[in-house]
């Protein structure tokens, strides 16, 4: 009687103190953020057939939830674009750096019509400490926004994050 009770009171603490973390870091997550960017770049022509700007991004993350992993996060990413006949496209890298301090990096792919928004995706290549085995991707939308500064650029990203956490 006494191991019965035992054993349901056991379940019944693990499953208030964090089961469900558990089972989420066994499986996939997802988290919607917003990522907050300011963009310098430096644009070299390649005369009438396109331009070619390498350029380096800087942001903070936010989570539509207000919590997660990658909530309060800042991002840093450099890359480069190709843009030729109205449509853009570019490759990057990324590294989050998370609120304990730990990285996840990332590789980046985007593509748009000039002026508008785009389309991309990030690919999860690891990352510092616990999360050295971390595994996902993302989609991204950007939205260029009026810059507040010269010389510079504005967005803001828009992240679906799915991630499976090292076991």
Not at 80 to 107: H, I, M, N, P, R
Request: charged share 20%; glycine share 14%.
């Amino acid at each position: 009687m006494k191991i019965k009770l035992l054993v349901v009171l056991s379940l019944v603490l693990l499953t208030a103190s964090g089961m469900e973390d558990i089972a989420r870091a066994q499986g996939e997550i997802t988290e919607l953020v917003t990522v907050s960017l300011y963009a310098t770049g430096k644009t070299l022509p390649l005369g009438p057939h396109g331009t070619y700007i390498a350029w380096e991004s800087y942001g903070v993350v936010i989570s539509e939830t207000a919590e997660g992993l990658f909530h309060g996060a800042t991002n840093r990413c450099v890359g480069a674009f190709f843009s030729a006949q109205g449509t853009v496209e570019g490759e990057g890298y990324c590294s989050f750096t998370l609120k304990d301090g730990e990285k996840v990096f990332a590789s980046l792919k985007t593509g748009a019509k000039a002026g508008g928004p785009s389309k991309g995706a990030h690919k999860i290549l690891g990352g510092t400490g616990k999360y050295s085995g971390i595994q996902g991707e993302t989609e991204v939308t950007s939205y260029p926004l009026r810059s507040s500064s010269e010389g510079a650029s504005q967005s803001y990203n828009k992240l679906k994050i799915r991630y499976r956490l090292p076991k």
